[in-house]
């Protein structure tokens, strides 16, 4: 190859090539460039290998450097490090697969007539190398990310499942991947290789960089594996392979940490899964996930719909219904009135719609697969749709003296809170419930936040979360009621959820600051002290490593907080309280006002709820201990 410019100090080097002004000749040069480098040995190799891994990271639609040749170069260059370690080792080779793999990645994440021909290249046996870990976990880390772009086309899907091992070495990855990379690199920082803190931090080095890189990836790891078995998961020979109990049970929990925004980890795949008859039976069959499922039905996280929708599939499933209908309900009740989820219009509505089925084919068969609690929530349910209607039809002057019987009975709720009479008042919400009109939904919001806060009081998790949740669901916007946020963070806590807690927390944080509330702590973006203490412990308890932590002795026990790693080095000064500063804050501020915001349906007819004391209104901090005064 001619020699690109006469400052170079490289005969033929890459970077002169794509300098060549002659498209021909600068096409030439770039097909016989890939032909031979994998067979030369000269020092510098790694500079090329970065520049076409920024070529195709910046323009991976881009078709020249496929018809000319650089899925077979890099496949090629895979194999030469595997299987001669002598040139792996020299210069900065070290770097070349995992570079190679990664592009191989690049251009076949979106087009799939480049995967075609990356299939043709014969990229898959040496990327199946790496996926079985005959490197590093940085390797595994670009293979399973490159075998899950080919994975998803269903040209080159046939390519990939014909290579048996591939699903089950996913599947171990999946389950491994955090232990791995926790125990091979974030553990011992004096035995990190050098070459995987230089591609974790790109020359921006520093421990502390590092260990947050090595989460990110780990994540990255996890998440990967997960969207190449869920290509597999989508036909349904594959299930009996997936769907194997000491797997299943981990895949509510691979959230793929809180650093991985876009994917749908876990609950994705499980999602999946349940979309086959023949995958919902081994879901059903395990009451941890149906119960996880539920948790994350009822969080506020962009993966709520999926798991509603997975547990919405069990119950239209005869197979299945009966051994999950008395988890589920309790949970599905409490999101019945959500009217959109993102993209998914009348959710609540087909929530209704499929519990009504399941009540009407307990009649039907005479045989009740259900529990008489489960029953009845039911039918308490469908009574209060019912209701709604039945407002609808009646003259307005009725409708605002419920309106009014109901403001008296939460006054006297909040005058029995106000003297520590939590469970009056708790009972005394419940009653105006019954009377406040079903479509006055600002007015149920409150009623049904301050009844949470009540059973957060009265140590009643369960309920505190059950009724935090309608007042969510309820709310306009959706999942955006800070008081029910801050509830139900609290609720979790008790319950040691610590990842919905975090996420409610956050959620909580972030309405605070975008309130115009004058009075509110947050006017000046600060933080609550008590909502900061929350998040530190929450991270802690949710921290992606802690489980291989715990199991290599980075964490001697839970809740200690001690031994090495970015959250386990910390001392578990956690121990928060939210009580209120002082006996007149907090709670009542809001019962005391009916209503926290103006927004609402425009069929809501609550005016007569509101008065001037809302415009006092406070994000409080209650207690856990007691009642007040």
């Given at each position: 190859m001619e020699k690109g410019s006469t400052d170079c100090p490289y005969p033929g080097c890459f970077f002169c090539v794509m300098k060549e002004g002659n498209p021909s000749?600068?096409?030439?040069?770039?097909?016989k460039f890939f032909r031979e480098l994998p067979a030369q040995d000269d020092d510098g190799q790694v500079l090329p290998i970065s520049g076409l891994w920024n070529t195709a990271m910046a323009h991976p639609n881009d078709p020249e450097f496929i018809e000319l040749g650089i899925f077979e170069c890099m496949a090629a260059l895979i194999w030469k490090g595997l299987k001669n370690r002598r040139w792996l080792s020299h210069d900065q080779n070290i770097y070349i697969p995992y570079y190679a793999a990664h592009i191989i990645g690049s251009y076949?994440?979106?087009?799939?007539?480049?995967?075609?021909?990356?299939?043709?290249?014969?990229?898959?046996?040496?990327?199946?190398?790496?996926?079985?870990?005959?490197?590093t976990w940085v390797e595994q880390r670009v293979a399973v990310r490159a075998l899950g772009h080919l994975a998803t086309y269903s040209s080159t899907f046939p390519s990939i499942a014909s290579q048996g091992e591939i699903l089950e070495l996913s599947i171990q990855l999946a389950m491994s991947s955090l232990e791995i990379v926790y125990s091979h690199f974030y553990q011992y920082v004096d035995r990190r290789l050098s070459y995987h803190c230089d591609l974790l931090t790109r020359g921006m080095g520093g421990v502390e960089m590092e260990s947050r890189k090595a989460e990110e990836w780990a994540s990255q790891l996890q998440c990967w594996s997960l969207q190449l078995i869920n290509s597999f998961a989508f036909k349904a020979e594959f299930l009996p392979t997936i769907c194997k109990p000491e797997f299943l049970v981990k895949l509510p929990g691979m959230w793929g940490g809180l650093v991985n925004e876009n994917s749908p980890a876990g609950i994705g795949l499980l999602r999946t899964i349940c979309h086959h008859k023949l995958g919902r039976g081994p879901v059903a069959s395990c009451p941890s996930i149906i119960e996880a499922l539920c948790n994350i039905a009822r969080s506020s996280d962009d993966w709520q719909y999926m798991?509603?929708?997975?547990?919405?599939?069990?119950?239209?499933?005869?197979?299945?219904?009966?051994?999950?209908?008395?988890?589920?309900?309790?949970?599905?009740?409490?999101?019945?009135?959500?009217?959109?989820?993102?993209?998914?219009?009348?959710?609540?509505?087909?929530?209704?719609?499929?519990l009504q089925e399941c009540l009407q084919q307990s009649h039907g068969t005479g045989v009740s697969s259900m529990s008489s609690r489960t029953k009845e929530a039911i039918e308490e349910l469908l009574k209060c749709k019912q209701r709604l209607k039945w407002e609808k039809t009646i003259p307005k002057e009725d409708l605002h003296i419920k309106q009014a019987a109901g403001l008296v009975v939460k006054l006297e709720g909040n005058s029995l809170f106000s003297s520590g009479n939590i469970s009056g008042a708790a009972s005394k919400y419940s009653e105006a419930l019954a009377l406040c009109p079903v479509r006055s939904k600002r007015e149920r919001v409150v009623l049904y936040s301050n009844r949470a806060q009540c059973h957060l009081l009265l140590q009643q998790p369960l309920a505190a979360i059950s009724d935090a949740t309608r007042a969510l669901c309820l709310h306009s916007p959706l999942n955006r009621h800070a008081k029910s946020l801050w509830r139900r963070a609290q609720a979790y806590d008790?319950?040691?959820?610590?990842?919905?807690?975090?996420?409610?927390?956050?959620?909580?944080?972030?309405?605070?600051?975008?309130?115009?509330?004058?009075?509110?702590c947050l006017r000046q973006n600060k933080v609550p002290d008590y909502a900061e203490r929350l998040v530190k412990k929450q991270m802690r308890a949710a921290w992606l490593f802690r489980e291989a932590a715990v199991k290599h002795g980075g964490v001697h026990c839970e809740g200690d907080g001690s031994g090495g790693g970015m959250y386990g080095g910390e001392s578990d000064d956690s121990e928060w309280e939210t009580a209120s500063g002082s006996d007149d804050g907090g709670i009542q501020d809001e019962m005391g006002g009916g209503g926290d915001h103006d927004d609402g349906d425009d069929d809501d007819d609550d005016g007569e709820w509101r008065n001037e004391d809302e415009k006092n209104s406070k994000y409080d901090k209650p207690s856990l201990k007691g009642g007040r005064g």
């Open positions: 000749k600068r096409r030439a040069s770039i097909l076949t994440m979106n087009m799939e007539e480049f995967s075609e021909s990356a299939v043709h290249a014969g990229v898959i046996p040496p990327l199946v190398e790496l996926l079985r870990g005959r490197l798991a509603i929708e997975c547990l919405l599939w069990l119950l239209q499933d005869p197979s299945t219904c009966h051994k999950i209908i008395d988890k589920a309900v309790p949970a599905l009740v409490d999101l019945a009135d959500i009217t959109a989820l993102g993209d998914h219009k009348k959710l609540g509505d087909s929530i209704v719609n499929v008790m319950l040691g959820l610590g990842k919905e807690s975090l996420l409610d927390a956050i959620l909580f944080i972030n309405e605070c600051s975008q309130s115009n509330d004058p009075d509110l």
